[in-house]
């Protein structure tokens, strides 16, 4: 199956600072069609996680545009340009380029 | 807007089957251009995809590799839902399971399943 690792997996930030999270996979995430199937999800305590980005750097609607994804290959980043107290929680990379579809370990975002 | 609706019981004994339902509305479980998936999350195991179903003019089923002798995922098109079936059950099975659309758009609330005597 295919590793993906991110870090940090604890990530304090101040309320207004940006941040950065890196997914690294194990292989490349380039399927056949020429698409990359790298998503970002966000999971706050005790909710379901949401889908925030897909195909690297698609937003799904209603997330906003401080939300970022970059990277092709096997590295790839989500950005939060400006940190809000609501974007506290769990971060997660996923792939479906390579069945099956695999998680990264998460990445937790705090308030310091 | 799809909504995923889950249903079942949050107590399972060992060696016993855990059985889920998930609910579909505002798509259709049997469409040609959609999937519908079973996760897990567990402190020990993270997010782990259990198995999808998607239906192309016939049914197709992928199950990961871990539970592929356990599981089975049956769409019920009646109903317009599909449904999860783990078989022989560990407390190694105890987990928050959640049905999910394709590409994990849309999400179910999950369900706590405690495999326990």
């Known amino acids: 199956d295919v590793v993906l690792t991110q870090s940090p997996l604890s990530l304090p930030v101040t309320l207004g600072q940006p941040a950065s999270i890196s997914c690294r996979s194990s292989q490349s995430l380039v399927y056949r069609d020429g698409d990359t199937y790298l998503n970002w999800f966000q999971q706050r305590p005790g909710q379901s996680p949401r889908r925030l980005l897909y195909k690297v750097s698609n937003r799904d609607s209603g997330v906003p545009d401080r939300f970022s994804g970059s990277g092709s290959g096997t590295d790839f980043t989500l950005k939060i340009s400006r940190v809000e107290a609501e974007d506290v929680g769990l971060y997660y990379c996923m792939q479906g380029t390579h069945w099956p579809d695999t998680f990264g370990q998460g990445t937790k975002v705090e308030i310091k | 807007q799809v909504h995923l609706q889950q249903s079942g019981p949050g107590l399972v004994k060992p060696s016993e089957t855990l059985s889920l339902t998930c609910a579909i509305s505002?798509?259709?479980?049997?469409?040609?251009?959609?999937?519908w998936n079973w996760i897990r999350q567990s402190p020990s195991r993270g997010l782990e995809l259990l198995g999808r179903?998607?239906?192309?003019?016939?049914?197709?089923?992928d199950y990961a590799l871990p539970v592929k002798s356990r599981i089975t995922i049956n769409p019920d098109t009646s109903k317009n839902q599909f449904s999860l079936q783990l078989k022989s059950v560990t407390p190694e099975d105890t987990a928050v399971y959640y049905c999910a659309s394709e590409w994990f758009r849309y999400w179910g609330q999950g369900t706590l399943v405690t495999v326990s005597s």
């Open positions: 505002g798509d259709s479980v049997s469409t040609n251009s959609g999937a």
């Open positions: 179903i998607y239906y192309r003019s016939k049914w197709y089923f």
